[in-house]
């Protein structure tokens, strides 16, 4: 073999030995690429499922709050008719009082007292001991 057959046997070893390393750096980077670009992607993904899930559990968390002060409304409402019925007209005090309670339970509570009592004045007295 003449010498310039031998180097371009080597020439030929050497770039297709260099050639898979220069396939596989692309590879390599195409694979770089596309985690990151996955990555991306999962993390707008998530971002966007989790903003839609807190949402809609705000909005049932609102409409059952809304429900509970309804609720809580109403009982105040029913109470007063109550007294109203009972006693005549309430004084704005007590009405201000039910009115700042926030539990429907307490309310309940007082409309059985309501129903027992035999004047406003011992009604104002329960509703203190209550309120306390």
């Given amino acids: 073999m003449g010498s310039i ?5 080597l020439f030929t070893k050497k770039r297709e030995l260099a050639m898979p390393t220069i396939a596989e750096r692309w590879i390599q ?12 992607q999962g993390i707008q993904q998530g971002i966007q499922q989790g903003i839609q899930q807190g ?12 429900i509970q002060q309804g609720l809580l ?5 029913m109470l007063l008719e109550l007294l109203e019925e009972r006693f005549g007209i309430v004084p704005c005090s007590i009405a201000k009082k039910i009115k ?10 007082l409309f059985k007292i309501a129903m027992r009592v035999n004047s406003l004045e011992e009604f104002e007295e329960k509703l203190k001991i209550a309120l306390r």
């Fill in 5 to 9: 057959s031998v180097h371009c046997l």
């Fill in 55 to 66: 949402i809609q559990q705000g909005i049932k968390q609102g409409i059952q709050e809304g």
């Fill in 29 to 40: 980077q195409g694979i770089e690429q596309g985690l990151q670009q996955g990555i991306q």
């Fill in 100 to 109: 700042e309670i926030d539990s429907r339970e307490v309310v309940k509570g």
């Fill in 73 to 77: 409304l109403e009982a105040q409402e």
